[in-house]
């Protein structure tokens, strides 16, 4: 069980800044991928960014130059730099870890979600 907690979210302003974080339970070298997905009114929960244990990044073509995916290993801890806001950046964003047990398979976990606004 790997429990996330986000935390950052809220008011931004287009061309402006937020970073998101994500508090995980469970050492993060334990976890294979972990990411950050989006879901606005109405649509689908997409990949946003996304980051292995061996540190790949990954990023939606929507995002790329402007997101920047981390982890503080030490403090396991996921970040989101989200810069250039755009108004279609407004979403609640929720964290996901991905890890394989041995036991038990790979087991994939959400944080709760936080809402990030982004006003034009």
């Known amino acids: 069980q790997v429990l996330l907690v986000e935390s950052g979210g809220g008011l931004g302003q287009a061309g402006g800044s937020l970073r998101l974080s994500c508090a995980a339970s469970?050492?993060?070298?334990?976890?294979?991928?972990m990411g950050w997905y989006r879901q606005a009114d109405g649509k689908q929960r997409e990949l946003v960014a996304q980051?292995?244990?061996?540190?790949?990044?990954g990023y939606a073509s929507s995002v790329k130059g402007r997101f920047t995916i981390s982890r503080v290993t030490t403090k396991n801890t996921l970040y989101l730099q989200m810069n250039s806001l755009k108004p279609e950046d407004t979403a609640v964003y929720y964290c996901?870890?991905?890890?394989?047990?041995?036991?038990?398979?790979?087991?994939?976990?959400w944080g709760q979600g936080t809402q990030v606004t982004v006003s034009s």
């Open positions: 980051i292995t244990s061996g540190g790949s990044t």
């Open positions: 469970t050492s993060i070298f334990s976890i294979n991928v």
């Open positions: 996901n870890a991905r890890k394989y047990d041995s036991d038990s398979g790979l087991g994939e976990y």
